[in-house]
């Protein structure tokens, strides 16, 4: 089983690091991760097979797992799209799948972000989950630039067991993500 650098920290540091700061009684009410979602929207997918299925082998190689075609849900006219048409990709990701995305994003990733100043705090949702966008998928060191269609972003949806958000981003902020400083 492989070790994951950013598993031990929560479990070692994090966890009661929170417990501290938080005044934590019941050990079930510390903040976790539950899940991590990669997405992506293919808007042209619903006429071009291959760049959906490009989309699709892209993001399995970056998360581990094979992703999903997600189909739309409802028939929009301006946008020549009927339901049921191929729309999106996404992969849902949890126990070590989970902490091995976060480990290759936090360490290997985002640092190749042109121009990268840390993930801009905005992205809670009011219920404890982290949104946030990347503009291109060859930050991912498996991407090969040959084996692409088109350049395309990614949606990353983190979601905690928690429902505060301050406790949600002290505990990732602890993990070692990497935020803008506060105030910027």
């Known amino acids: 089983m492989a ?7 929560y479990y070692k540091e994090v966890r009661p690091k929170l417990v501290e700061e938080f005044d934590i009684k019941n050990p079930m009410l510390i903040p976790n991760l539950e899940k991590i979602v990669v997405s992506a929207g293919v808007g042209e997918g619903s006429r071009d097979k291959k760049l959906i299925q490009n989309v699709a082998d892209t993001i ?4 581990g797992q094979k992703a999903v075609i997600t189909p739309a849900r409802k028939s ?3 946008f020549k799209v009927r339901e049921g048409m191929p729309v999106g990709v996404k992969v849902t990701l949890r126990g070590d799948m989970m902490w091995s995305f ?7 990733a985002l640092p190749r972000v ?3 100043k840390g993930v ?3 992205g809670f949702d009011g219920r404890g989950n982290f949104n946030f966008g990347l ?5 991912f060191t498996e991407i090969d630039y040959d084996d692409i269609i088109k350049v395309h972003g990614m949606n990353i949806n983190i979601s905690t067991t928690t429902e505060d958000d301050k406790q949600a981003e002290r505990m990732l902020e602890l993990i070692g993500f990497p935020f803008t400083k ?3």
């Open 60 to 63: 399995t190689k970056i998360t």
């Open 76 to 78: 929009v006219a301006g």
């Open 3 to 9: 070790t994951f650098e950013v598993k031990e920290r």
């Open 135 to 139: 503009t291109e998928q060859l930050v």
């Open 182 to 184: 506060k105030g910027k």
């Open 120 to 122: 801009r705090r905005d």
């Open 102 to 108: 976060l480990q290759k994003l936090i360490s290997i």
């Open 114 to 116: 042109r121009d990268f």
